[in-house]
């Protein structure tokens, strides 16, 4: 079944919700609570929802616990601002 954008967006916030203050998740953490069979085909999506909420101020996405900008490249992890 497809996911939209919105039920991503609903799943890194019950994610985090789960999680300390200032702590984060993987965007594969969202694929696998939507798919968890087939959940690599969601990786793209997943990712660019991330960059989505980012951009709107809602999230924000860190490598090595430091905060990037979009382009990235390589592992992530999405927390609160």
């Known amino acids: 079944m497809p996911h939209t954008d919105d039920d991503i967006r609903k799943t890194i916030d ?15 953490e ?3 609570a939507l798919e ?5 085909p969601l990786m ?3 990712r660019g929802v991330a960059v989505d909420e980012v951009r709107a101020g809602r999230l924000v996405i860190t490598q ?3 905060a990037v900008e979009p382009p990235f490249h390589g592992p992530i992890r ?3 601002p």
């Open 64 to 66: 090595g616990g430091e």
């Open 44 to 46: 793209d999506q997943v």
């Open 78 to 80: 999405l927390g609160r």
């Open 36 to 40: 968890p069979d087939d959940w690599r």
């Open 30 to 32: 969202v694929a696998r």
């Open 14 to 28: 019950a994610l985090l919700a789960q999680r300390d203050d200032g702590k984060t998740i993987c965007p594969s």
